[in-house]
């Protein structure tokens, strides 16, 4: 492989704080003709995967003596690995991804995309188009009058009116018109991720493990696809991982099919003091704790990175967000498949039509997942010698601008014949047989498989796992 496929590597490694000469000990294989695009989205999974790999081995030589372990990466494997909501079967059933009111909708003046998987987001959208009457079973019709409404409306208007009444569209712009947004501008002047001490704490002691993150405990409060990506990698990396939801928000069991492997799921109301007294009892045992909320929501209950951080000093606290937790849109809530639209992603892969286009996976998602698993990995290895409190910040809208801007195209490797088959797995749980994306993240040595597999949504026990 060429000097100029590690360049993108070589930017998320150095984002990471990583020592550049481990670079070079990457072994590269597997087919490349992967991930199709006019942007490169190959070359951005292969680096996010790699520098995870890279964070996972250097773990592990802090914890087990002499020398990283070698880092392996397949371009199948990533690919696979990306498109892992889309390979799910349970018993032959494939996922469910996107609802009908998920979708491109043209208007008075150009495109503007709306997301409606979950039913309160339904509900806010159909409420800030003066649709909410309709039955909810019509979804024919709903989408007909949706588009109807839309067609005579300007796209900017829909994305302030649905923002406003809690729902979620954008309206699609060209990279030069999100570069001039202030949104788009304030991403602009900000690097891929931040990962930074934020206080003093003893030096981490680990013992020797079979897995670089074996022994630790992770809080993981985050929903969808990048943060339960980062926190899944983690679970095949040994970390016992502990997944706490909402009752009151709902969540889909096939994305929890997807991305609960590795991790135990359950449920707690920080509205009731019981459960926060359960909720308190497990941050005091947490080594780590990731959220993916929007910024803000989780600070009525005293959760923000700050807080976090005076609680329990020594801390590794990760926060992901779509837009960041800063501009004007650092507030709103948003998902890979929006963060396309407005960052110019949608434009540049247009058809020859104009109608808008998306990348061929949910790559914004599965990448930001993966820097944020390498970003924690790194933390836990610094705290080794440094001690501290860690605090990684990542969000969809950087990852993009990463991919648009700044990740050079691979143009010299030669295509070679992919099988997804070869990169999936079959397990049996209580849910019935799963038909699953393998992991991508592989060193010498270490785990080629979770030893967990998805259960029912928030239905284990709040506790941490017996030592």
């Given at each position: 492989m060429i000097k100029r496929a590690t360049e993108a590597v070589e930017q998320a490694w150095a984002a990471l704080g990583g020592d550049p000469a481990r670079v070079a000990s990457i072994r590269y294989q597997g087919p490349s003709d992967v991930l199709p695009s006019r942007l490169p989205v190959r070359e951005l999974a292969r680096a996010t995967v790699a520098v995870c790999g890279l964070a996972a081995a250097e773990l592990a030589a802090a914890r087990n003596g002499g020398t990283p372990p070698g880092v392996r990466v397949d371009d199948g494997a990533v690919a696979t690995a990306f498109l892992s909501e889309r390979q799910l079967r349970l018993d032959g059933r494939a996922a469910v991804n996107f609802a009908p009111l998920s979708r491109f909708w043209r208007t008075a003046d150009g495109w503007v995309r709306t997301h409606a998987n979950y039913p309160h987001h339904r509900a806010r959208l159909t409420e800030a188009l003066g649709l909410a009457a309709m039955a909810p079973d019509d979804e024919g019709a709903l989408v007909e009058r949706v588009a109807a409404e839309l067609a005579g409306r300007r796209a900017a208007e829909v994305e302030e009116t649905v923002f406003a009444a809690g729902g979620l569209a954008v309206a699609a712009r060209t990279p030069e018109e999100w570069a001039a947004h202030p949104q788009g501008a304030e991403v602009a002047r900000r690097p891929l991720l931040s990962l930074r001490r934020t206080g003093d704490a003893p030096v981490r002691r680990l013992g020797p493990g079979g897995a670089p993150a074996e022994g630790l405990r992770v809080l993981d409060l985050t929903r969808v696809i990048a943060g339960p990506v980062a926190t899944r990698t983690l679970g095949l990396l040994g970390a016992d991982v502990l997944r706490v939801d909402s009752p009151g928000l709902p969540e889909s069991q096939d994305a929890h099919n997807d991305t609960g492997f590795g991790k135990r799921s359950t449920v707690l109301d920080l509205a009731r003091r019981a459960d926060r007294a359960v909720f308190e009892?497990?941050?005091?045992?947490?080594?780590?704790?990731?959220?993916?909320?929007?910024?803000?929501?989780?600070?009525?209950?005293?959760?923000?990175?700050?807080?976090?951080?005076?609680?329990?000093?020594?801390?590794?606290?990760?926060?992901?967000?779509?837009?960041?937790?800063?501009?004007?849109?650092?507030?709103?809530?948003?998902?890979?498949?929006?963060?396309?639209?407005?960052?110019?992603?949608?434009?540049?892969?247009?058809?020859?039509?104009?109608?808008?286009?998306?990348?061929?996976?949910?790559?914004?998602?599965?990448?930001?997942?993966?820097?944020?698993?390498?970003?924690?990995?790194?933390?836990?290895?610094?705290?080794?010698?440094?001690?501290?409190?860690?605090?990684?910040?990542?969000?969809?809208?950087?990852?993009?601008?990463?991919?648009?801007?700044?990740?050079p195209p691979d143009q010299g490797a030669a295509p070679g014949p992919y099988r997804p088959e070869a990169y999936l797995a079959e397990a049996r749980g209580e849910l019935g047989v799963l038909r699953h994306a393998l992991p991508p993240v592989s060193i010498d040595g270490g785990p080629d498989n979770w030893v967990r597999i998805p259960g029912r949504w928030g239905t284990d026990a709040p506790e941490w796992s017996a030592p």
């Open positions: 009892g497990l941050l005091a045992k947490a080594d780590v704790v990731i959220t993916g909320y929007r910024p803000g929501a989780l600070d009525r209950h005293g959760l923000s990175a700050r807080a976090l951080a005076e609680r329990r000093p020594g801390l590794v606290i990760g926060q992901l967000s779509a837009w960041g937790d800063y501009g004007p849109w650092g507030g709103r809530r948003g998902f890979d498949s929006l963060v396309q639209v407005p960052c110019g992603i949608a434009a540049i892969e247009a058809d020859a039509e104009g109608r808008p286009g998306a990348l061929p996976a949910q790559a914004l998602d599965h990448g930001t997942g993966y820097l944020m698993a390498a970003a924690v990995l790194r933390a836990l290895a610094e705290q080794r010698t440094a001690g501290g409190t860690y605090h990684a910040v990542l969000a969809l809208a950087q990852t993009a601008n990463w991919l648009v801007n700044s990740v």
